[in-house]
Protein backbone atom coordinates (compact mmCIF):
# COMPACT_ATOMS: atom_id res chain seq x y z
CA UNK A 1 0.00 0.00 0.00
CA UNK A 2 2.88 2.56 1.24
CA UNK A 3 0.60 4.18 3.06
CA UNK A 4 1.99 6.72 5.55
CA UNK A 5 -0.96 9.08 6.49
CA UNK A 6 -0.56 8.69 10.41
CA UNK A 7 1.85 8.16 13.44
CA UNK A 8 0.42 4.35 13.63
CA UNK A 9 2.82 3.55 10.47
CA UNK A 10 4.73 0.22 10.16
CA UNK A 11 8.32 0.55 11.65
CA UNK A 12 7.76 4.68 11.36
CA UNK A 13 7.70 4.23 7.80
CA UNK A 14 4.51 3.02 5.60
CA UNK A 15 2.42 0.20 5.93
CA UNK A 16 3.06 -1.85 2.52
CA UNK A 17 1.44 -4.61 3.39
CA UNK A 18 -2.61 -4.72 3.19
CA UNK A 19 -4.23 -4.58 5.58
CA UNK A 20 -1.95 -1.83 7.13
CA UNK A 21 -1.67 -1.19 11.28
CA UNK A 22 -4.92 0.56 11.25
CA UNK A 23 -7.22 -2.49 9.25
CA UNK A 24 -7.39 -0.33 5.87
CA UNK A 25 -6.89 -2.68 3.15
CA UNK A 26 -5.31 -1.57 -0.48
CA UNK A 27 -8.52 -1.11 -2.30
CA UNK A 28 -9.70 1.46 0.50
CA UNK A 29 -6.06 3.12 0.39
CA UNK A 30 -6.66 2.61 -3.39
CA UNK A 31 -10.41 4.75 -3.42
CA UNK A 32 -8.90 7.63 -1.10
CA UNK A 33 -6.27 8.25 -3.30
CA UNK A 34 -8.73 8.38 -6.41
CA UNK A 35 -11.09 10.82 -4.39
CA UNK A 36 -7.68 12.84 -3.55
CA UNK A 37 -6.19 12.98 -7.02
CA UNK A 38 -9.57 14.00 -7.91
CA UNK A 39 -10.68 16.57 -5.99
CA UNK A 40 -7.19 18.22 -6.78
CA UNK A 41 -8.31 18.13 -10.56
CA UNK A 42 -11.20 19.70 -9.35
CA UNK A 43 -9.84 22.33 -7.09
CA UNK A 44 -7.95 23.44 -10.00
CA UNK A 45 -10.57 24.02 -12.59
CA UNK A 46 -12.68 25.95 -9.63
CA UNK A 47 -10.15 27.98 -9.09
CA UNK A 48 -9.70 29.02 -12.61
CA UNK A 49 -13.96 29.61 -12.45
CA UNK A 50 -13.94 31.24 -8.96
CA UNK A 51 -11.38 34.40 -10.70
CA UNK A 52 -13.88 34.44 -13.41
CA UNK A 53 -16.65 35.20 -11.16
CA UNK A 54 -18.12 31.56 -11.16
CA UNK A 55 -18.84 29.49 -7.73
CA UNK A 56 -20.88 26.84 -6.36
CA UNK A 57 -20.82 26.81 -2.75
CA UNK A 58 -22.59 22.72 -3.29
CA UNK A 59 -19.38 22.52 -4.39
CA UNK A 60 -16.95 24.01 -1.63
CA UNK A 61 -19.30 21.76 0.40
CA UNK A 62 -18.16 18.77 -1.02
CA UNK A 63 -14.48 19.13 -1.00
CA UNK A 64 -14.90 19.79 2.77
CA UNK A 65 -16.43 16.81 3.14
CA UNK A 66 -14.28 14.56 1.24
CA UNK A 67 -11.40 15.44 2.20
CA UNK A 68 -13.01 14.32 5.29
CA UNK A 69 -13.62 11.26 4.31
CA UNK A 70 -9.97 10.40 3.14
CA UNK A 71 -8.93 10.97 7.23
CA UNK A 72 -7.30 8.17 9.17
CA UNK A 73 -9.73 5.89 10.90
CA UNK A 74 -12.84 7.95 9.35
CA UNK A 75 -14.10 5.64 6.34
CA UNK A 76 -12.64 1.77 5.51
CA UNK A 77 -16.08 1.30 3.18
CA UNK A 78 -14.99 0.81 -0.25
CA UNK A 79 -18.75 0.91 -1.53
CA UNK A 80 -18.55 4.42 0.48
CA UNK A 81 -15.55 5.57 -0.71
CA UNK A 82 -16.61 4.55 -4.53
CA UNK A 83 -20.10 6.43 -4.22
CA UNK A 84 -17.61 9.45 -3.06
CA UNK A 85 -15.31 9.65 -6.28
CA UNK A 86 -18.62 9.14 -8.01
CA UNK A 87 -19.88 12.12 -6.56
CA UNK A 88 -16.67 14.08 -7.15
CA UNK A 89 -17.26 13.22 -10.71
CA UNK A 90 -20.31 14.79 -10.14
CA UNK A 91 -19.07 18.05 -8.79
CA UNK A 92 -16.17 18.12 -11.56
CA UNK A 93 -18.75 18.12 -14.03
CA UNK A 94 -20.32 21.44 -11.99
CA UNK A 95 -17.13 22.80 -12.24
CA UNK A 96 -16.47 22.66 -15.63
CA UNK A 97 -19.69 24.01 -16.72
CA UNK A 98 -18.82 26.62 -14.03
CA UNK A 99 -15.27 27.71 -15.86
CA UNK A 100 -16.90 27.01 -19.27
CA UNK A 101 -19.73 29.90 -18.40
CA UNK A 102 -16.91 31.97 -17.02
CA UNK A 103 -15.06 31.93 -20.34
CA UNK A 104 -17.88 32.35 -21.96
CA UNK A 105 -19.21 35.32 -20.62
CA UNK A 106 -15.82 36.83 -20.07
CA UNK A 107 -14.36 36.16 -23.71
CA UNK A 108 -17.38 36.23 -25.77
CA UNK A 109 -18.65 33.19 -27.92
CA UNK A 110 -16.43 30.68 -29.08
CA UNK A 111 -16.14 30.06 -33.08
CA UNK A 112 -14.00 28.60 -35.78
CA UNK A 113 -10.87 30.08 -36.10
CA UNK A 114 -7.80 29.53 -38.16
CA UNK A 115 -4.64 30.50 -36.40
CA UNK A 116 -0.94 31.40 -37.37
CA UNK A 117 1.83 29.07 -36.10
CA UNK A 118 5.70 30.36 -35.15
CA UNK A 119 6.31 34.00 -34.67
CA UNK A 120 6.92 37.05 -36.24
CA UNK A 121 9.36 39.66 -36.32
CA UNK A 122 9.80 41.96 -32.95
CA UNK A 123 9.56 40.95 -29.18
CA UNK A 124 7.45 38.53 -27.90
CA UNK A 125 6.52 36.76 -25.19
CA UNK A 126 5.25 33.20 -24.95
CA UNK A 127 2.26 32.36 -22.44
CA UNK A 128 1.83 28.60 -21.27
CA UNK A 129 -0.93 26.98 -19.19
CA UNK A 130 -4.43 26.98 -18.62
CA UNK A 131 -5.71 30.69 -17.47
CA UNK A 132 -6.79 32.62 -19.84
CA UNK A 133 -7.64 35.43 -17.63
CA UNK A 134 -3.95 35.48 -16.62
CA UNK A 135 -3.51 35.77 -20.76
CA UNK A 136 -6.14 38.46 -20.82
CA UNK A 137 -4.37 40.79 -18.04
CA UNK A 138 -1.39 40.64 -20.20
CA UNK A 139 -2.69 41.16 -23.29
CA UNK A 140 -3.83 44.29 -21.61
CA UNK A 141 -0.81 45.59 -20.22
CA UNK A 142 1.00 45.41 -23.72
CA UNK A 143 -1.34 47.09 -25.29
CA UNK A 144 0.66 50.16 -27.19
CA UNK A 145 4.04 48.20 -27.34
CA UNK A 146 5.42 46.33 -30.14
CA UNK A 147 5.09 43.14 -27.67
CA UNK A 148 3.64 40.38 -29.80
CA UNK A 149 2.22 37.69 -27.59
CA UNK A 150 2.03 33.94 -28.39
CA UNK A 151 0.16 30.90 -27.01
CA UNK A 152 1.95 27.97 -26.13
CA UNK A 153 0.05 24.09 -25.20
CA UNK A 154 -2.85 24.24 -23.50
CA UNK A 155 -3.10 28.14 -24.48
CA UNK A 156 -3.95 27.64 -28.05
CA UNK A 157 -7.73 27.48 -27.26
CA UNK A 158 -7.03 31.13 -26.12
CA UNK A 159 -8.15 32.27 -29.97
CA UNK A 160 -11.34 30.99 -30.14
CA UNK A 161 -12.81 33.34 -28.29
CA UNK A 162 -13.52 36.87 -29.86
CA UNK A 163 -12.43 39.22 -27.05
CA UNK A 164 -9.03 37.86 -26.57
CA UNK A 165 -8.83 36.46 -30.59
CA UNK A 166 -9.35 40.22 -32.27
CA UNK A 167 -6.62 41.67 -29.61
CA UNK A 168 -3.79 43.34 -31.66
CA UNK A 169 -0.85 41.87 -29.45
CA UNK A 170 -2.47 38.37 -29.68
CA UNK A 171 0.01 36.60 -32.40
CA UNK A 172 -0.54 33.42 -32.95
CA UNK A 173 0.68 30.18 -31.58
CA UNK A 174 3.98 28.52 -31.15
CA UNK A 175 5.49 25.27 -29.96
CA UNK A 176 3.66 21.77 -28.59
CA UNK A 177 2.74 20.19 -25.70
CA UNK A 178 4.03 20.80 -21.85
CA UNK A 179 6.98 18.07 -22.43
CA UNK A 180 8.66 19.67 -24.88
CA UNK A 181 8.91 23.14 -23.05
CA UNK A 182 12.68 22.42 -22.18
CA UNK A 183 13.45 22.53 -25.89
CA UNK A 184 10.78 25.15 -27.41
CA UNK A 185 11.03 27.25 -24.51
CA UNK A 186 15.07 27.33 -25.16
CA UNK A 187 14.59 28.01 -28.57
CA UNK A 188 12.35 31.03 -28.05
CA UNK A 189 14.14 34.38 -27.70
CA UNK A 190 11.43 36.32 -25.46
CA UNK A 191 10.54 35.54 -21.74
CA UNK A 192 7.78 32.62 -20.80
CA UNK A 193 5.14 33.35 -18.75
CA UNK A 194 3.81 30.05 -16.57
CA UNK A 195 0.40 30.73 -15.53
CA UNK A 196 -0.83 27.13 -14.05
CA UNK A 197 0.89 23.32 -14.21
CA UNK A 198 2.18 21.97 -16.54
CA UNK A 199 5.47 23.95 -15.87
CA UNK A 200 9.21 22.27 -16.02
CA UNK A 201 11.62 23.32 -13.68
CA UNK A 202 13.80 25.53 -15.97
CA UNK A 203 17.36 24.54 -17.28
CA UNK A 204 20.23 26.65 -17.16
CA UNK A 205 19.53 28.03 -20.76
CA UNK A 206 15.73 29.94 -20.17
CA UNK A 207 15.81 29.96 -16.20
CA UNK A 208 16.42 34.09 -16.11
CA UNK A 209 12.74 34.41 -18.90
CA UNK A 210 10.88 31.73 -17.33
CA UNK A 211 8.24 33.74 -15.43
CA UNK A 212 5.62 32.37 -12.90
CA UNK A 213 2.24 33.73 -12.02
CA UNK A 214 0.56 33.12 -8.54
CA UNK A 215 -0.03 29.69 -7.24
CA UNK A 216 2.56 29.02 -9.86
CA UNK A 217 6.33 28.53 -9.03
CA UNK A 218 9.37 26.68 -9.94
CA UNK A 219 12.93 27.57 -8.59
CA UNK A 220 15.13 29.58 -10.14
CA UNK A 221 11.76 31.61 -12.41
CA UNK A 222 11.08 34.83 -11.58
CA UNK A 223 7.87 35.06 -9.53
CA UNK A 224 5.31 37.49 -10.13
CA UNK A 225 2.42 36.86 -7.09
CA UNK A 226 0.15 39.97 -7.69
CA UNK A 227 -0.18 39.85 -11.66
CA UNK A 228 1.83 42.62 -11.85
CA UNK A 229 3.53 42.02 -15.40
CA UNK A 230 5.57 45.14 -16.03
CA UNK A 231 8.69 42.69 -15.45
CA UNK A 232 7.84 40.40 -18.09
CA UNK A 233 7.37 43.16 -20.13
CA UNK A 234 10.86 44.66 -19.56
CA UNK A 235 12.40 41.54 -19.85
CA UNK A 236 10.51 41.32 -23.34
CA UNK A 237 11.75 44.37 -24.64
CA UNK A 238 15.34 43.66 -23.10
CA UNK A 239 16.13 40.59 -24.86
CA UNK A 240 16.27 39.34 -28.46
CA UNK A 241 13.37 40.16 -30.89
CA UNK A 242 11.76 37.27 -32.20
CA UNK A 243 12.63 36.18 -35.93
CA UNK A 244 9.73 35.87 -39.03
CA UNK A 245 9.37 32.58 -39.13
CA UNK A 246 6.13 31.22 -39.86
CA UNK A 247 5.18 27.90 -39.43
CA UNK A 248 1.85 27.33 -41.15
CA UNK A 249 -1.80 27.33 -39.55
CA UNK A 250 -4.17 24.89 -37.87
CA UNK A 251 -7.61 25.43 -37.43
CA UNK A 252 -9.77 25.74 -33.87
CA UNK A 253 -12.23 26.62 -32.13
CA UNK A 254 -15.11 23.91 -32.43
CA UNK A 255 -16.66 24.73 -29.33
CA UNK A 256 -19.70 22.80 -27.41
CA UNK A 257 -21.84 25.60 -29.04
CA UNK A 258 -21.12 25.31 -32.14
CA UNK A 259 -21.71 21.77 -32.62
CA UNK A 260 -24.61 22.19 -30.64
CA UNK A 261 -25.54 24.77 -33.59
CA UNK A 262 -25.07 21.46 -35.99
CA UNK A 263 -27.12 18.89 -33.70
CA UNK A 264 -30.03 18.63 -36.33
CA UNK A 265 -27.28 18.01 -38.87
CA UNK A 266 -25.26 15.70 -37.23
CA UNK A 267 -28.37 13.73 -35.93
CA UNK A 268 -30.04 13.26 -39.35
CA UNK A 269 -26.42 12.40 -40.44
CA UNK A 270 -26.23 9.91 -37.73
CA UNK A 271 -29.65 8.14 -38.88
CA UNK A 272 -29.28 8.27 -42.68
CA UNK A 273 -25.66 6.05 -41.95
CA UNK A 274 -23.81 9.97 -43.00
CA UNK A 275 -21.41 9.97 -39.97
CA UNK A 276 -20.03 6.44 -39.03
CA UNK A 277 -19.32 6.92 -35.72
CA UNK A 278 -17.46 9.62 -33.40
CA UNK A 279 -14.40 9.40 -31.68
CA UNK A 280 -13.00 11.35 -28.76
CA UNK A 281 -9.07 11.43 -28.84
CA UNK A 282 -7.66 13.43 -26.43
CA UNK A 283 -6.57 13.98 -22.68
CA UNK A 284 -2.52 15.09 -21.13
CA UNK A 285 0.10 14.10 -23.05
CA UNK A 286 3.31 13.02 -21.85
CA UNK A 287 6.79 11.89 -22.89
CA UNK A 288 6.27 8.28 -21.82
CA UNK A 289 6.59 5.36 -24.33
CA UNK A 290 3.13 4.43 -25.96
CA UNK A 291 1.27 7.82 -26.60
CA UNK A 292 1.85 6.78 -30.01
CA UNK A 293 -0.72 4.69 -29.28
CA UNK A 294 -3.28 7.54 -29.65
CA UNK A 295 -1.43 8.57 -33.11
CA UNK A 296 -1.83 5.44 -34.58
CA UNK A 297 -5.42 5.19 -33.73
CA UNK A 298 -6.74 8.44 -34.99
CA UNK A 299 -4.64 8.13 -38.53
CA UNK A 300 -7.18 4.60 -39.24
CA UNK A 301 -10.29 5.92 -38.12
CA UNK A 302 -12.52 5.78 -41.15
CA UNK A 303 -13.29 8.73 -43.64
CA UNK A 304 -16.82 9.24 -42.91
CA UNK A 305 -16.57 9.39 -39.00
CA UNK A 306 -15.16 12.70 -36.59
CA UNK A 307 -12.86 12.92 -34.12
CA UNK A 308 -13.38 14.98 -31.09
CA UNK A 309 -10.23 16.34 -29.01
CA UNK A 310 -9.24 18.74 -26.32
CA UNK A 311 -6.13 19.23 -23.78
CA UNK A 312 -2.74 18.77 -24.62
CA UNK A 313 -3.36 15.12 -25.77
CA UNK A 314 -4.25 16.77 -29.48
CA UNK A 315 -0.56 17.15 -30.36
CA UNK A 316 -0.38 13.74 -30.86
CA UNK A 317 -3.22 13.45 -33.35
CA UNK A 318 -3.05 17.54 -34.92
CA UNK A 319 -0.31 16.76 -37.30
CA UNK A 320 -2.26 15.06 -39.45
CA UNK A 321 -4.52 15.99 -42.74
CA UNK A 322 -7.47 13.92 -41.61
CA UNK A 323 -9.33 15.84 -44.62
CA UNK A 324 -13.14 16.89 -44.22
CA UNK A 325 -16.90 15.46 -43.61
CA UNK A 326 -19.88 17.21 -44.65
CA UNK A 327 -18.41 20.49 -45.09
CA UNK A 328 -16.33 20.45 -41.71
CA UNK A 329 -12.86 19.36 -40.82
CA UNK A 330 -12.53 15.44 -39.36
CA UNK A 331 -10.95 17.02 -36.40
CA UNK A 332 -12.56 19.13 -34.18
CA UNK A 333 -10.45 20.69 -31.35
CA UNK A 334 -12.68 21.60 -29.11
CA UNK A 335 -9.96 23.23 -26.53
CA UNK A 336 -8.76 23.07 -22.86
CA UNK A 337 -9.23 19.73 -21.03
CA UNK A 338 -11.72 21.23 -19.01
CA UNK A 339 -13.50 21.85 -22.37
CA UNK A 340 -14.54 17.83 -21.85
CA UNK A 341 -17.64 19.77 -20.43
CA UNK A 342 -18.26 20.36 -24.26
CA UNK A 343 -17.48 17.14 -25.13
CA UNK A 344 -20.06 15.39 -22.67
CA UNK A 345 -22.93 18.13 -23.57
CA UNK A 346 -22.54 17.51 -27.16
CA UNK A 347 -22.86 13.66 -26.56
CA UNK A 348 -26.40 14.34 -24.27
CA UNK A 349 -28.12 16.28 -26.33
CA UNK A 350 -26.81 13.87 -29.39
CA UNK A 351 -28.40 11.29 -27.02
CA UNK A 352 -31.60 13.14 -25.95
CA UNK A 353 -32.00 14.16 -29.92
CA UNK A 354 -31.70 10.03 -30.90
CA UNK A 355 -33.74 9.18 -28.32
CA UNK A 356 -31.11 6.88 -26.59
CA UNK A 357 -28.81 6.95 -23.80
CA UNK A 358 -24.97 7.94 -24.41
CA UNK A 359 -23.64 4.52 -24.56
CA UNK A 360 -25.80 3.69 -27.19
CA UNK A 361 -24.28 6.56 -29.55
CA UNK A 362 -21.95 5.83 -32.56
CA UNK A 363 -19.45 7.57 -30.02
CA UNK A 364 -15.60 6.06 -28.44
CA UNK A 365 -13.76 7.73 -26.30
CA UNK A 366 -9.88 7.25 -26.09
CA UNK A 367 -8.56 9.34 -23.59
CA UNK A 368 -4.96 9.50 -22.51
CA UNK A 369 -4.21 10.51 -18.86
CA UNK A 370 -1.55 12.16 -17.00
CA UNK A 371 -2.04 14.01 -13.44
CA UNK A 372 -5.02 15.33 -11.10
CA UNK A 373 -7.25 17.01 -14.04
CA UNK A 374 -7.46 14.06 -16.43
CA UNK A 375 -8.74 11.86 -12.53
CA UNK A 376 -11.27 14.49 -11.89
CA UNK A 377 -12.49 14.34 -15.76
CA UNK A 378 -12.74 10.07 -15.85
CA UNK A 379 -14.86 10.22 -12.49
CA UNK A 380 -17.06 12.84 -14.35
CA UNK A 381 -17.40 10.33 -17.00
CA UNK A 382 -18.06 7.56 -14.61
CA UNK A 383 -20.61 9.23 -12.98
CA UNK A 384 -22.76 9.82 -15.99
CA UNK A 385 -22.27 5.90 -16.31
CA UNK A 386 -20.43 6.17 -19.71
CA UNK A 387 -19.26 2.67 -20.86
CA UNK A 388 -16.30 1.20 -22.74
CA UNK A 389 -13.34 4.11 -22.23
CA UNK A 390 -10.14 3.24 -23.15
CA UNK A 391 -7.68 4.93 -21.00
CA UNK A 392 -3.92 4.81 -21.11
CA UNK A 393 -1.00 4.83 -22.14
CA UNK A 394 -0.48 3.14 -18.41
CA UNK A 395 -2.88 1.96 -15.99
CA UNK A 396 -3.04 4.57 -12.53
CA UNK A 397 -0.07 3.31 -10.03
CA UNK A 398 -2.59 3.96 -7.49
CA UNK A 399 -5.26 2.38 -8.88
CA UNK A 400 -5.11 -1.58 -7.63
CA UNK A 401 -5.89 -4.60 -9.67
CA UNK A 402 -9.22 -4.88 -7.04
CA UNK A 403 -10.46 -1.67 -8.24
CA UNK A 404 -9.49 -1.69 -11.42
CA UNK A 405 -11.77 -4.85 -11.47
CA UNK A 406 -14.54 -3.20 -10.13
CA UNK A 407 -14.31 -0.27 -12.99
CA UNK A 408 -14.05 -2.92 -15.64
CA UNK A 409 -16.92 -4.89 -14.63
CA UNK A 410 -19.32 -1.61 -13.83
CA UNK A 411 -18.05 0.43 -16.83
CA UNK A 412 -15.96 -1.45 -19.41
CA UNK A 413 -12.88 0.43 -18.45
CA UNK A 414 -9.99 -0.35 -20.78
CA UNK A 415 -6.95 -0.40 -21.06
CA UNK A 416 -4.67 0.75 -24.11
CA UNK A 417 -3.15 -2.09 -25.77
CA UNK A 418 -0.39 -2.75 -28.34
CA UNK A 419 -3.04 -2.84 -31.26
CA UNK A 420 -5.11 0.56 -31.65
CA UNK A 421 -6.11 -0.40 -35.35
CA UNK A 422 -7.48 -3.67 -34.20
CA UNK A 423 -9.37 -1.62 -31.02
CA UNK A 424 -10.74 0.91 -33.75
CA UNK A 425 -12.14 -2.77 -35.86
CA UNK A 426 -13.49 -4.20 -32.56
CA UNK A 427 -15.54 -0.36 -31.56
CA UNK A 428 -16.95 -0.22 -35.37
CA UNK A 429 -18.00 -3.58 -35.22
CA UNK A 430 -19.66 -2.79 -31.55
CA UNK A 431 -21.48 0.06 -32.53
Same mark, same amino acid.
Given at each position: ? *?????????????????????? %??????????????????????????????????????? !?????????????????????? &?????????????????????????????????????????????????????????????? !??????????????????????? #???????????? %????????????????? @??????????????????????????????????????????????????????????????????? #??????????????? !???????????????? *????????????????? %??????????????????????? &????????????????????? +??????????????? %?? @????????? #??????????????? +?????????????? #???????????????????
Amino acid at each position: M *YCNQCEQTFRNSACVNSPGTCG %KDADVQSLQETLLYGLKGMAAYAHHARRLGQHDEAVSAF !IEEALFVTMTNVNFDPGALLDY &CLRCGEMNLRVMELLDRGHVETFGTPAPTRVREGTEAGPGILVTGHDLLDLWELLRQVEGTA !IRVYTHGEMLPAHMYPRLREHPN #LAGHYGGAWQDQ %KREFAAFPGPVLATTNC @VLIPPEQYRDRLYTIRATGVPNARRLPDGDDSALIAAALACPPCPEAPAGESTIGFHRQVLLDQAPT #LVEAVRSGAIRHFFV !IGGCDGAEKGRNYFTD *YARATPPDSFILTLGCG %KYRIRDHDYGEHLGLPRLLDMGQ &CNDAYGAIAVAAALAEACECG +INDLPLTLVVSWFEQ %KA @VAVLLSLLH #LGVRGITLGPNPPAF +ITPGVLAILQQRYD #LRLTGQDPEGDLARALAAA
